[in-house]
């Protein structure tokens, strides 16, 4: 008969229940915090909570919205899709072989700290005013990123997993889908959040420099104009997107790591 | 020179060369992209020349000053939630996704705040730089060893000599990276609002030449500020490695 | 279920191998040449200093490294380039895929091998209760403790019924009790499985209790210089650490050992001043 020599221990799987209960009163901190800050500062500089949940409701209802939405929309998901692809075969190619990857992260790690609004006017003349130049900046902005932590997950995959892999005589592709994919996904995931929001980022400041349509076309024309109200409306209506995919993305990476040792 | 090392400036020198090569073999239109013997040569005319100096230290003063207000405004902060973890909790959400908001849309908003001048600038570098350091505290002093604490406790320290003694040597590697997030964050707040709505600074001028098709300045200009930011960047991440590796840490 | 009297159950003859150069490090010698017969059912430990090569033996022996000279045989067929059917090994650090539950880790090999649910299913329940890991099923090695990922590890290389049971110091980072009780747990597995058992140990109180023989290897280039027979009865246990008999093993395997501890001690840099104390 075995003998039952230790009790497993204890891992928190979820957060005390008055997380959401918390969180909920830092919002309302936050929104009362920003009402005082009108007061003090007045309407004209800085619009009223209400008020700007009103411009913002106008504004997603007036008939031009939807296209620009929708201008912003297509030019991101592009974008999106050569950084977080883009990234993850550059970054899963140079994390396979030891030399490449010691060769490119210093690269890439130069390549990311040069701050890419310098780059702005290059890509201008590059790509022109319009559609790909948004998609540009979009991707330039998430691709580094992604590739460094697709890069990291591979290299970091423990050598005693492969190890015990081949033990147990699997095939390279066995290897390949059993092992090393759910090895390396965490961190994947964790670099996909991160190229998510900076690509988002990069999109909307292509669409400030370089369109006559979209989200970021109408917040560079509320800047010009002064119109605060439309400012803060539309910085609310990108904050609540970006929380609401940030949260979701979060979601998705504790449940890869909730299972993990760390 | 490792032989890591060797490749990459064979990479680097390959792609420079290339270019010189393909501009002037009339491959790339000059109105897009001019030779890097062209850039360096604009380079340096415009430093000898004195014409940008006064834009150039205006741009660096203001960095430095949001730099510095962000380090220590980040710090505070970073320090407060680690001393209130409801707080820091109810606040994940909000930081993850702080970076998805070009903070310096609200620029028009900080000139009514602070006036037509210099300092709506530094707000937007602060803004921008503040959250990243404020995260790096955090961890720093999370990743404390609490067998430290425990130290200080059987040396018998007082809170302020353990706080200055043990725990901040402990998390000098994570402020540090702090710092070097900080000096990075504020070059593209004060220089993005350059860009976008001011009168003076390297970011105004870079926009400037490039409305005036002036090539030869804007690529000058650009190569000056990407070389200074570049080079103190990779400064301080190879400063950064050097600290961590000798503490043991990745 | 012993291969009985048909020569060794596996073997190794004038096998050596030799790290090849990377950049600026020469290649090392790292072991051998090395000839060793495993009997069939036998339990074989091997001790030796740190750094000497009882790794690389356990490697070659398995398929997992390639060898510079010589050969290895397992059941009379060679050893090369992939690990045998027939061969569990057990790691030195916890091979258990954090990604899975404690069920689906000890399936793991057997699905791969595309076996039948049914009889997956029969013997992942048995190996797991076998190991007391049943009431953990569905919990996620993360929430286990360390012995207990190393006794998932090795119920994992149970469900695989291997014929040579591989395990590389498996009770390495566990505290001295744990590790006699899992001592206990293993020589349970040998008698009930019918196994040959090698185990690569630095301890070598664990070597003489648990061993029919222990084989002694010198400092880098590892060399086997002696084995030692301990003649125990099948049926022992860790209660035997109050027998004579076991303070002479582990003295003989200490004589033996001290000086080429040494000798790995000094070739790792600690200096020969240092130790003009100890001796």
Known sequence: ?262 | MSRAGFIRLLIVAVAIVGLEVACHAGLIDPITIIPPSAMAAGAWKLLISGRYTEDILLTLGSVALAAALAVAGGFGLGYGLFRLPRLRRALDPLLASYYAVPTFIFYPLFIVLFGLNRLPLVAIGFVFAVVAMAINTLTGFERVPPVLRRTARALRLSEPAALVQITMPACAPYLFTGVKLVIAYSFIGVIAGEFVLSGSGIGHEIAFAYNNFDNPTMYGLMLLLIGFVSGLNMLLFAWERRFYRRRGLT | MSVAAKGPHASLRGVTRVYPAVEDHPPVHALGPVDLDLRPGEFFSVVGPSGCGKSTLLDVLAGLAPVSAGSVAFEGRAVAGEVPEGIGVVFQEDASFPWLTVWDNAAFALRRAAVSESVVSERVDHALSFMGLAGFASAYPAQLSGGMRQRLCIARTLVTRPRLLLLDEPFGALDQQTRLLMGDELLRIWRETGATVLLITHALDEAAMLSDRVGVMSARPGLLIEIVETRWPRDRDSTIVSRPEFGEVTGRLWARLRGESLKALELTGVGRGGMEIVR
């Open chain 1, 1 to 262: 008969m075995a003998v039952t020599l230790d009790k497993p221990t204890r891992v928190h799987r979820r957060l005390p229940r008055s997380v959401g209960f918390d969180r909920l009163l830092l919002l309302l901190a936050m929104l009362f915090l920003w009402q005082v800050l009108t007061w003090i500062a007045g309407p004209e500089v800085i619009t009223s909570p209400p008020a700007t949940a009103r411009k913002l409701a106008a504004i997603i209802n007036a008939p031009d919205f939807l296209g620009h939405a929708y201008e912003t929309g297509r030019a991101f998901a592009a974008a999106l899709i050569i950084s977080l692809l883009g990234g993850l075969v550059v970054g899963l190619a140079l994390g396979s072989r030891r030399l490449a990857g010691e060769v490119a992260e210093p690269l890439l790690v130069a390549l990311y700290s040069i701050p890419k609004i310098t780059l702005y006017p290059v890509i201008l003349l590059l790509f022109g005013l319009g559609v790909s130049a948004k998609i540009a900046f979009g991707a330039i902005h998430g691709i580094i990123p992604v590739a460094l932590f697709a890069m990291n997950a591979v290299r970091n995959i423990r050598s005693v997993h492969l190890r015990a892999a081949r033990a147990m005589r699997l095939t390279p592709l066995q290897i390949a889908i059993h092992v090393l994919v759910p090895a390396t996904l965490p961190e994947i995931v964790a670099g996909f959040r991160l190229g998510f929001a900076l690509t988002l980022l990069g999109t909307l400041i292509g669409e400030m420099f370089a369109s006559q349509r979209g989200i970021g076309y109408m917040l560079v024309q509320a800047m010009e104009t002064n119109d605060t109200g439309t400012i803060m409306a539309l910085a609310l209506l990108l904050v609540t997107i970006a929380t609401a995919a940030s949260w979701v993305l979060l979601r998705l990476d504790r449940g890869l790591h909730g299972n993990e040792q760390h």
